[in-house]
C-alpha cells in the first residue's frame, strides 16, 4: 500500500468562468457537501504544486492547491492553499475571493479572502483553509469551486478544470498508550527488506515487530551502523531525511504505539552511483558493500545485528522517522 504526495493542479480554462466589469467572477462545476474545518486567508508552509495548462481559447490562468502535509496522521491539522496564477509557471498571481475544497472524508469547507480594503494579502498568500482528518487511509482533497477577484475592466474568461489530490493519513497512536515504556531491543526483532531502485536511488525498508508480551512505544529516527563480511565496521553517516528524500516524502516524527504482536518501520535511502572525488576510486572503495547493519532504536544506546545487503556510496544514507505499519512510503 502507497503513501501519497500531496500535490494537485486545476486549471482555469475559457469554458466557465467570465471575469467581467469588477467585483468577483465564479464557476460551480458541482455540488459540494457540508461545510467543514477552519478557513483562514494565511499562507501555508508547503511543496508547491505543479499545474496544468487552459483548455480551450482564452486566459490560460491555473490554480493549484498545495498541502502543509504529504503524511499527516490521524488528528493533525492539515493546511491546504489554493492559489492562482496568470499561467504555467507565471508569477503573476491573481488574487482569489472565495475557494471550495472537497477534502475527501465527506466533507467540504470553503475559505474566503477580501478584493478591496486596506492591508490585502499578496495575491501569491492565496486561500488557505485548515482541516483535520480522523480516520487513517487515502483522502484525495479536490478543488470544486473558486471564484476570483477582477480587476475594474478586465474581461476575461475561464473556468476550473477538475483534479484531484491524494494524501495518505496514517493512524495516530491511541490516547491510552500514552504511558506505555520504550520499546528495547530485547523486545523488537527487526528486518530488512529491499525495495528496488530509481535514478540511482535505492530503498530499503526496515520492519520493527513486537515479539514481547508487552506493549511498547517508539518515537524518532533510528541510529545506524553498516558492517562489512567479517563484521567489521564500515563509514557511516546517517542523515535524518527531515525534508524527504527521492525515494519517500518528509513525515512529521509521531509516536508509533506497538502493542505484542504490532509491527512498525522506517524507511532507508542510498545512492550507488559515487560523486565528487568518490568517482575516481575503484567501486568498492567509493562504495563498499555492507552485508549488516547495527540498528538502534530511537532513544536508545544498544542495538541488533540485522543481515542487510547494501553499498551506500560513502557510506551516506537517510532515514525516515518510525512509522505505523509496514508499507513504503512513495512520493
Known amino acids: 500500500m502507497s503513501r501519497w504526495r500531496a500535490i494537485v493542479t486545476v486549471a482555469i480554462t475559457s469554458s466557465a468562468l467570465v471575469l467581467a466589469a469588477a467585483g468577483c467572477g465564479s464557476f460551480q462545476p458541482g455540488a459540494s457537501g457540508p461545510a467543514s474545518s477552519t478557513a483562514s486567508g494565511q499562507p501555508a508552509t508547503s511543496r508547491s504544486a505543479g499545474s496544468s495548462r487552459a483548455a480551450g481559447a482564452g486566459s490560460n ?7 502543509s502535509a504529504l503524511v499527516p496522521f ?13 499561467g504555467p509557471g507565471s508569477q503573476e498571481w491573481i488574487r482569489l475571493a472565495t475557494a471550495t475544497v472537497m ?7 470553503t475559505v474566503t479572502g477580501r478584493c478591496a480594503g486596506t492591508s ?4 501569491s498568500a492565496g486561500l488557505v483553509l485548515r482541516h483535520t482528518y480522523q480516520r487513517a487511509g487515502v483522502v484525495s482533497p479536490h478543488v470544486t469551486a473558486a471564484t476570483v477577484c477582477q480587476e475594474p475592466g478586465a474581461v476575461t474568461a475561464a473556468g476550473l478544470a477538475g483534479a484531484s489530490t491524494s494524501l495518505r493519513v496514517l493512524p495516530a497512536a491511541p490516547a491510552a498508550s500514552a ?7 530485547a523486545q523488537i526483532a ?14 530499503v525498508l526496515f520492519s520493527l515487530r513486537n515479539t514481547s508480551s508487552t506493549d511498547c512505544r517508539l518515537y524518532g529516527y533510528p541510529g545506524l551502523q553498516l558492517l562489512g563480511g567479517s563484521g567489521e565496521a564500515l563509514p557511516t553517516t546517517v542523515e535524518r531525511a527531515v525534508s524527504g528524500a527521492y525515494l519517500f516524502p518528509a513525515v512529521t516524527p509521531h509516536w508509533v504505539a506497538l502493542s505484542p ?12 552511483n559515487p560523486t565528487g572525488a568518490a568517482a575516481n576510486e575503484p567501486y568498492a572503495t567509493a562504495c563498499p558493500t555492507a552485508t549488516q547493519v547495527e540498528v538502534t532504536l530511537p532513544n536508545a ?7 542487510a545487503t547494501m553499498a551506500p556510496c560513502e557510506g551516506q544514507v537517510l532515514v525516515s522517522p518510525v512509522l505505523p505499519g509496514t508499507q513504503w512510503l512513495s512520493p
Not at 477534502?103 to 469547507?109: E, F, I
Open 261 to 272: 504482536g504490532a509491527v512498525g518501520s522506517f524507511d532507508l535511502q542510498y545512492e550507488d
Open 61 to 67: 490562468a491555473v490554480v493549484s492547491l498545495q498541502s
Open 190 to 203: 527487526v528486518t530488512a527488506t529491499d525495495t528496488g531502485a530509481g535514478l540511482g536511488h535505492v530503498g
Open 179 to 185: 504511558s506505555w515504556a520504550q520499546c528495547s531491543k
Open 103 to 109: 477534502l475527501g472524508d465527506g466533507t467540504s469547507a
Open 120 to 123: 490585502l494579502a499578496n495575491p
Open 301 to 307: 544506546y544498544d542495538h541488533a545485528i540485522v543481515p
Open 74 to 86: 490521524t488528528g493533525d491539522t492539515v493546511s491546504l492553499t489554493v492559489q492562482a496564477a496568470a
